[in-house]
């Protein structure tokens, strides 16, 4: 449903669709911690895929206040709307590849 805080509802509509194709991100946390963000879609290609997915880790590890301790992120479980789920390794993430530089 259409919000101002997710920015759906917005008084400048050339403003809005020039964020959403610049590739605007967005992603919200449940009350347990527990990141949700969309990623890509089926038609994706693998390198799509995983450009993607860098963003959306590079934009959570900038979004950490600068008051928490310890370790942020402590698992990443990636799946489909209705599939299994694949774990992955946080550590994985600590290196900035080729994506985040361009």
Same mark, same amino acid.
């Given at each position: 449903?259409?919000?101002?805080?997710?920015?759906?509802?917005?008084?400048?509509? !050339?403003?809005?669709?020039?964020? #959403? %194709?610049?590739?605007?991100?967005?992603? *919200?946390?449940?009350?347990?911690? +527990?990141?949700? #963000?969309?990623?890509? %879609?089926?038609?994706?290609?693998?390198?799509?895929?995983?450009?993607? +997915?860098?963003?959306?880790?590079? /934009?959570?590890?900038? /979004?950490?206040?600068?008051?928490?301790?310890?370790?942020?992120? %402590?698992?990443? /479980?990636?799946?489909? =709307?209705?599939?299994?789920?694949?774990?992955?390794?946080? =550590?994985?993430?600590? *290196? =900035?590849? !080729?994506?985040? /530089?361009?």
């Amino acid at each position: 449903m259409p919000n101002p805080r997710s920015q759906t509802v917005n008084e400048d509509a !050339a403003a809005a669709v020039k964020a #959403a %194709k610049g590739g605007a991100l967005e992603f *919200r946390a449940d009350k347990g911690g +527990i990141v949700h #963000a969309v990623v890509g %879609k089926a038609s994706f290609s693998d390198q799509q895929l995983m450009e993607n +997915i860098f963003a959306v880790m590079h /934009a959570i590890k900038r /979004a950490k206040p600068s008051g928490s301790k310890g370790v942020y992120v %402590k698992r990443i /479980a990636l799946c489909s =709307t209705m599939g299994p789920s694949l774990m992955l390794s946080p =550590t994985s993430f600590s *290196r =900035t590849p !080729a994506v985040e /530089a361009a």
